[in-house]
């Protein structure tokens, strides 16, 4: 019997590289993207395969063909995707925000993430699941947070709609909303003040690792999670 495909959006750092490395080791088969330049990761992972394609997920048409390669290479749909690929631009309050920095963080993190996760709604296999990833930060209001936030809560108004899509198919959706993460994109241009407090968000007084996240992606994409369904789950140290 073949193996499983999972197909990870935005896998080549952080959160994404784990949860690639993190569903190879459940067993997957598992397709990634990145944006132009092709990471130096390697083409098996134990005994899963490992394929990179370039993807940007602002062009329906190049999502869609992600689907279509990894059909091709793999000799199947996947039966996971992982809808990780997004950004994040520096934090301001809404009265001085930019509006083309909102445009920029609409474009790939709503339109971007509505591309990846219609696509998947339409090639994943019966039986599959989606997994979207968003923030913890969708509840707890922060000054300056409110654009980056909102753009994760249209995603996980998505992901709750497509729930209800989705279960005639026996396919599983749920969202991932971790809090602060040390990956590239939470250090870029924070103070160290900046990061002490991030992990004073957490009575355990620090953040999470991108492992920490991948293991409950990894988790919900397995047969355990088989009646977790439209959730979102919020791996955040206790964050409240």
Same mark, same amino acid.
């Given at each position: 019997?073949?193996? !499983?495909?999972?197909?990870?959006?935005?896998?080549?750092?952080?959160?994404? @590289?784990?949860?690639?490395? #993190?569903?190879?080791e459940?067993?997957?088969?598992? @397709?990634?993207?990145?944006? %132009?330049?092709?990471?130096?990761?390697?083409?098996?992972?134990?005994?899963? +395969?490992? #394929?990179?394609?370039? &993807?940007?997920?602002? /062009?329906?048409?190049?999502? $869609?063909q $992600?689907?279509?390669?990894?059909?091709?290479?793999?000799? $199947? @749909?996947?039966?996971?995707?992982?809808?990780?690929? =997004?950004i994040? &631009?520096?934090?301001?309050?809404?009265? !001085?925000f930019?509006?083309?920095?909102?445009?920029?963080?609409?474009?790939?993190?709503?339109?971007?993430?509505?591309? &990846?996760?219609? *696509? *998947?709604? !339409?090639?994943?296999? /019966?039986?599959?699941?989606?997994? *979207?990833?968003?923030?913890?930060?969708? +509840?707890?209001?922060?000054?300056?947070? =409110?654009?980056?936030?909102?753009?994760?809560?249209?995603?996980?108004?998505?992901?709750?709609?497509?729930? #209800?899509?989705?279960?005639? +198919?026996?396919? +599983?959706?749920?969202?991932?909303?971790?809090?602060?993460?040390?990956?590239?994109?939470?250090?870029?241009?924070?103070?160290?003040?900046?990061?002490?407090?991030?992990?004073?968000? %957490?009575?355990?007084?620090?953040? =999470?690792?991108?492992?920490?996240?991948?293991? &409950?992606?990894?988790?919900?994409?397995?047969? #355990?999670a088989?009646?977790?369904?439209? !959730?979102?789950i919020?791996?955040?140290?206790?964050?409240?």
């Amino acid at each position: 019997m073949s193996k !499983q495909i999972a197909l990870v959006f935005g896998g080549t750092r952080g959160i994404g @590289a784990a949860c690639v490395h #993190k569903l190879a080791e459940a067993g997957y088969d598992v @397709a990634y993207t990145y944006v %132009s330049s092709a990471p130096n990761l390697p083409a098996n992972l134990g005994g899963s +395969r490992i #394929k990179g394609y370039a &993807v940007d997920i602002c /062009d329906s048409s190049q999502v $869609a063909q $992600a689907f279509a390669d990894v059909a091709r290479d793999f000799g $199947a @749909a996947p039966s996971c995707v992982v809808a990780n690929a =997004g950004i994040n &631009v520096p934090p301001g309050p809404v009265a !001085q925000f930019k509006p083309e920095a909102f445009r920029q963080l609409v474009e790939v993190n709503i339109v971007g993430a509505f591309n &990846v996760l219609s *696509a *998947a709604a !339409q090639h994943v296999l /019966d039986g599959g699941n989606i997994i *979207a990833l968003t923030t913890s930060m969708v +509840r707890v209001g922060i000054p300056g947070g =409110g654009p980056y936030t909102a753009t994760k809560a249209a995603v996980e108004s998505l992901v709750r709609s497509m729930a #209800k899509e989705l279960a005639g +198919r026996g396919v +599983r959706v749920n969202a991932v909303a971790p809090g602060p993460v040390d990956t590239d994109l939470f250090r870029a241009g924070k103070t160290d003040e900046a990061k002490a407090k991030a992990a004073g968000m %957490s009575p355990f007084n620090r953040i =999470g690792t991108p492992d920490e996240i991948a293991e &409950v992606v990894s988790f919900l994409a397995s047969a #355990k999670a088989s009646w977790i369904h439209g !959730q979102v789950i919020q791996p955040n140290g206790g964050m409240i």
